[in-house]
């Protein structure tokens, strides 16, 4: 240790058990906390992490965590500061800290529990990304909205039509005893607005395509401008030596990319003045023609004007026809790649599942029935019903336990269908809610907003331990503090491989219970080859788990150090523990009296 309290404090642990000792207020605790932070294992409730992130800038001050770390393939060197700065990320899951009562917080939390099983849950791929089914769902509401808005004025064909064939018959009958002259001049105005109608079609796609290269064009000069206040100097040497070629060559391309859409803007704009002046020279040409067929018969411009209004909407109609054609198509695109993406999610969760499952199972069999870790797959909607107390807020309806009924009935992408699809009967049946609340429900959700959260909702596997008291299994939601912990740390001993840091894990265990099982648990893991540090008060840990390493701790006030180091069999420890743990060799040498002149029995 560089700095802080324990500064000068330079020990090396052995492979096996190491345990830490010494009297309160003489850093064990300390020492512990400060290999947690140096291999960036964080603690995992909020608010205890924020206090210990404190509690390291006061304990190491300016100064550095040197920590080497080594195994048959690869070994490093660590210095770290009080930020955590120079740890390596691949040691965060390197070893397994548990500090004092954070047995307890594991056994009484559901995510914690699960947490303890994923460290060992072993599962190849990684999970697809659900952030990406939010943004086709989004998309997917957009499309479907505008297909709706579509379809609803293409449904005018039919109106549009039966008024266009009375008005053509009532022109026809004008048109009868008119001279071949009136009719050449009717055909000539015929041809001009079906010209003029065709322009004007061009001229309106020309503005929707104007506005949406405007868009692009903005997006783009916020892309440009995002890239240019890409920080590179003050990151250091290094960083800026990577980041100022490429966001150099980033802003190339990104200038490129505005100046041509520029081009393509300046390009539409010119055709559009061009569709514009066309569309005016035929109004003008058009004009005195429709005025002397109004007057040579009367009624019949008017008749003219209406047929032409009537082409240019019916004109419309078969564009919003073809753009309905498109979004259903697109429609369906969306549905099929968000489908293929909640698939393989949900393959993953089951490899996950029997993953976990497995790792359930040896936790199991190697705890001989003392306990058993058990995995209900997709049993815990917790997230999921906080997600709908958020989307019903506002909706009018008791929305609490409404959304605990759901997330217990629905999977996320089951309630996403039903909402998407207005499936008011099916919603009602699954959830077994009246007609009008369900209405109420499908009205809150059907936004961009909560679909798309829909989307991402997961639900997750629930882990209990269960104490097994003879024929009974008690979950651990139904213990005392103590059995959480006689139940938690067993569980916590059967991992293998990595390292295990404990502070003080007797804490709420009986000695009997520690001999018979915790002590047996030290002992096969340093016959696995498992490295573990312990911090304790018990001499039962270092004494019967024969420990490789005790470290014994003292303090002047002011700084912590080592006083003693060896196993536990050297006569320095052996001192140590008589005195410290044990309240010195004749209290230890009455309680032997006591206990043979009173024969106890042993179970």
Request: net charge negative; glycine share 6%.
């Amino acid at each position: 240790m560089n700095g802080g309290f324990l500064a000068g404090l330079d020990v090396e642990l052995s492979r096996g058990l190491n345990v830490v000792i010494g009297p309160r207020g003489s850093g064990k605790t300390t020492l512990l906390e400060l290999i947690r932070h140096a291999l960036g294992i964080e603690h995992a409730d909020e608010a205890e992490a924020k206090r210990q992130r404190k509690a390291i800038t006061h304990l190491l001050g300016a100064g550095e965590v040197v920590l080497d770390v080594e195994d048959e393939h690869s070994s490093y060197h660590l210095v770290v500061d009080a930020q955590g700065n120079g740890r390596s990320g691949e040691l965060s899951t390197a070893a397994l800290a548990l500090g004092q009562n954070e047995l307890e917080r594991i056994a009484s939390n559901s995510a914690s529990r699960l947490n303890l099983i994923d460290l060992r849950a072993v599962v190849s791929a990684a999970p697809p990304s659900l952030e990406l089914a939010g943004r086709l769902t989004r998309d997917l509401a957009r499309v479907r909205q505008d297909a709706e808005q579509a379809r609803e004025q293409a449904s005018r064909r039919a109106l549009l039509e039966a008024d266009r064939t009375a008005l053509a018959d009532q022109e026809r009958e004008l048109l009868i005893d008119s001279s071949a002259d009136l009719g050449e001049r009717r055909e000539l105005l015929r041809a001009l607005e079906a010209e003029l109608l065709a322009v004007s079609g061009h001229a309106e796609a020309s503005e929707r395509t104007t506005s949406r290269i405007a868009d692009a064009f903005a997006l783009a000069q916020r892309l440009q401008a995002a890239i240019g206040a890409v920080p590179s100097r003050e990151n250091g040497v290094a960083v800026a030596a990577e980041v100022e070629p490429r966001v150099s060559s980033l802003l190339r391309l990104g200038e490129e990319l505005v100046s041509g859409i520029s081009e393509l803007e300046s390009a539409l704009n010119l055709v559009r003045r061009d569709l514009l002046d066309e569309q005016n020279r035929l109004r003008l040409k058009a004009a005195p023609v429709r005025a002397e067929l109004e007057t040579a018969e009367r009624g019949l411009g008017q008749i003219t004007a209406r047929l032409r209004n009537i082409d240019a909407e019916l004109a419309e109609v078969a564009r919003l026809e073809a753009a309905l054609l498109e979004l259903q198509a697109s429609a369906s695109e969306l549905v099929s790649e968000r489908s293929q993406l909640l698939d393989e999610y949900e393959n993953w969760q089951e490899g996950l599942f029997e993953a976990r499952r497995a790792v359930a199972q040896a936790v199991s069999e190697d705890l001989e029935s003392r306990v058993v870790v058990s995995v209900d797959h997709l049993a815990d909607s917790t997230k999921f019903r906080d997600l709908l107390i958020e989307l019903l807020q506002g909706s009018g309806l008791q929305y609490r336990a409404l959304a605990d009924s759901m997330a217990r009935s629905l999977l996320p992408r089951q309630l996403l269908s039903y909402v998407e699809n207005n499936d008011l009967v099916g919603l009602s049946e699954a959830t077994n809610v009246g007609t009008d609340r369900a209405t109420r429900v499908l009205a809150a959700l059907q936004n961009e907003e909560s679909v798309s959260s829909l989307a991402e909702a997961t639900l997750d596997d629930r882990v209990d331990f269960r104490l097994i008291d003879g024929a009974i299994q008690k979950s651990v939601e139904d213990l005392s503090t103590g059995q959480k912990c006689a139940v938690t740390l067993p569980i916590v001993l059967t991992e293998g491989s990595r390292i295990l840091i404990l502070d003080q894990p007797e804490d709420h265990l009986d000695n009997a219970y520690l001999v018979k099982n915790i002590i047996t648990s030290l002992m096969m893991r340093e016959e696995r080859g498992a490295q573990t540090v312990v911090a304790t008060h018990n001499a039962n840990i270092p004494v019967l788990a024969s420990a490789e390493v005790v470290l014994s701790l003292e303090s002047d006030g002011t700084r912590g150090f080592v006083v003693n180091r060896g196993s536990f069999e050297s006569q320095p420890i052996v001192d140590t523990i008589t005195g410290l743990m044990e309240g010195g060799r004749d209290a230890f040498l009455r309680r032997a009296e006591f206990y043979a002149e009173h024969e106890v029995e042993s179970n």
